[in-house]
């Protein structure tokens, strides 16, 4: 839908993100600049965006300044040059880039000492998704620097989640869901791995795909309440006996002759919790363990 109110917009970065994301600022209306250091890709971005060879001259009276890199130290060698600081003042900043809280700190002190106003941003889609209902983005900053934008943001993502006015929230809640999608993506490969290894179909685990994200799922519920609570005593399945499970996921893939790297880091991770005398408590007991390392 055409906004309301079209903005004169810069995308920095014309990579796989960048390039989504400015197309889907220009679908929805806006005016949209882009730049990227090798700029044939920004000239190939299309969708009515208006390609910059010069970075100072894209961004130069961009009421919005959205920058997706690879990194955040692409942005700080790209903002070292004092025409690109200088340009950039009194715009809004939109750090896309995926990074961690100590990098969305670091781009707040370089905005608050450039007369720059910044929201930290992680994005939670592939770049298929830019636009749709299945993208999410999480927002940290100035809630008034958000709501001003918030209209505009819509164009991306269905979902814009303001997190919190500390600016490294936004990153802190995408580390926090990576690492549940990267953890759970290696757990769910080399569960398949231990059935071929066996000559299991990987198919039958797949199968059952609904069991074991309900048990997840349930399992992640219960955490929360006892995390809150700081009692994780229950009725259901001891520590001690979860462990010995573990274990035959050790042996499984050791006789297999299949990597047993991840069964043994969680073996380890777990066996540590009993080690502290929580053998008799709940699974998520091992929360208390982590703060330890
Ligand atoms: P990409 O296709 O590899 O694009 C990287 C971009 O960074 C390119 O525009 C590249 O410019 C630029 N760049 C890298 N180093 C630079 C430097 N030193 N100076 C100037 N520009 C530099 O990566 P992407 O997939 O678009 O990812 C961009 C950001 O989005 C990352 O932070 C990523 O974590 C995040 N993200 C991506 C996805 C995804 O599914 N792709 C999902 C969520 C978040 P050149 O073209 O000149 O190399």
Redesign the pocket.
Known sequence: MPSSRPTKIAV?????????LARAFAAAGHEVAVW????A??RAVGGGTLAFENLGEAVSGRELVVV????Y???S??VSSTSVAAALAGTTLVQ????SPADARGGLEWAKAHGVDYLDA??????AFVATDYATVFYAGSKATFDRHAETLQAIARNSVFVDEKIGSAATL?CAILEAYYGGTLAVLHAAAMCKAEGLDPKAFFAQKNSFLGLISVTADAAQGMIDRNDFSGDQCSLNTHVAAIEHIVRLSTDARISARFPKELLENYRRALGAGLGEKELPAVFSTLKQD
């Open positions: 920095i970065g014309s990579g796989l993100m960048g390039s989504a990227n250091r090798t700029p890709k920004a997706s890199l690879s990194n130290a692409a942005f060698e790209l896309i880039t995926s990074g992680a994005i939670l889609a592939y770049p995408d």
